[in-house]
């Protein structure tokens, strides 16, 4: 499969959530392996993608009309995981930077937990592995692959995996 070339006016940033593909961004080609790997590109730069592996691959893109530059000194199309942690209540996470936003891969263990918290800036959310618990605001839900949330600004949330399989 193949997305030819093309350009838009929001930011936009990427990843695979499963398989790998390639993808072009203003000239410089770079394959996105599963969950390793991310993109963060500005408004109105070309970019394409295609997969060669033969076998299904699923990525995510989100795109932004306006975000202010959080991360300045962050440059460059192609992103890669940075500071990882551990939470004391066994949540691992791996963080992706860009100029305007974070990605936070976070893989939740049974038993483990994000304790309920807020904080500046909204956030969204994707399962893309087993399932968890999570919780926005007054509202509680459980998440498989592909579920998403939104936590406004200051909303509080958090999650909890209280089954067999690790969650991503």
Request: proline share 5%; aromatic share 10%.
């Amino acid at each position: 499969a193949e997305l030819k070339i093309h350009a838009h006016p929001e930011r936009q940033i990427g990843m695979a959530l499963k398989g790998s593909f390639s993808i072009q961004i203003d000239g410089k080609e770079e394959c996105l392996e599963e969950l390793s790997n991310a993109y963060a590109i500005p408004p109105n730069v070309a970019h394409s993608a295609i997969n060669h592996s033969g076998k299904v691959a699923i990525g995510l893109d989100i795109k932004r009309t306006h975000c202010e530059e959080i991360f300045p000194e962050k440059q460059g199309y192609f992103i890669y995981p940075e500071n990882e942690r551990t939470l004391s209540t066994g949540i691992n996470m791996r963080f992706f930077l860009s100029s305007w936003c974070e990605v936070m891969l976070s893989t939740i263990p049974q038993h483990a937990s994000m304790p309920t918290h807020q904080h500046r800036g909204e956030q969204i959310g994707i399962a893309v592995q087993g399932n968890y618990l999570m919780q926005v605001g007054d509202e509680e839900e459980q998440f498989h692959f592909g579920k998403i949330y939104y936590a406004p600004d200051e909303v509080i949330h958090g999650a909890y995996n209280p089954f067999a399989e690790t969650a991503i």
